[in-house]
């Protein structure tokens, strides 16, 4: 998908394939400014206790670090609705800045998802996949699994063509 053209990283979107990018993007900045609580474990996971075993240590972190660390995953999410179409499909080109906000931002849409999703270390998503096909194929689950491996995909093809 992405491949390296001199000093930029681009890849052509089909008009599905930036809808689904657009809609994922919002959804963070959603869950980072209007939906932003702690008790929701994706905010947990994305902004994980430093001091586990001492709240008022993480307390005191977080009031110097959290929103620096908000507003920087808000731009990177951002990164990507200002770098994709309007409308319609078409290409992204990417400087190198705005392709390290790309894997940053996917790497957040994927750790949401993931437990949203309750995907742990060692799930094998083929069979999740295939599980959640043979009880439902049209169910919000297969299609939420399948935006997730798309994400893990475009971040490796992203990551890949930044190595080359």
Do not use: C
Request: glycine share 8%.
């Amino acid at each position: 998908m992405f491949r390296r053209q001199g000093d930029r990283y681009v890849a052509s979107f089909a008009v599905d394939e930036v809808r689904v990018l657009r809609k994922v993007a919002s959804e963070v900045v959603g869950l980072l400014t209007d939906g932003f609580d702690h008790s929701d474990p994706v905010v947990g996971r994305l902004f994980p206790e430093v001091y586990p075993e001492d709240p008022s240590d993480t307390a005191e972190f977080r009031r110097y670090t959290e929103g620096d660390l908000k507003t920087a995953k808000i731009d990177q999410a951002g990164a990507i609705l200002a770098a994709l179409p309007d409308s319609g499909g078409g290409e992204v080109r990417l400087d190198a800045e705005a392709a390290e906000a790309w894997l940053r931002a996917l790497n957040d849409a994927r750790l949401a998802m993931g437990v949203r999703l309750e995907i742990k270390d060692g799930t094998d998503l083929g069979e999740e996949l295939d599980d959640a096909v043979a009880v439902d194929p049209a169910s919000s689950r297969v299609f939420q699994l399948s935006v997730y491996a798309y994400l893990g995909y475009l971040q490796e093809s992203l990551l890949n063509a930044l190595i080359d």
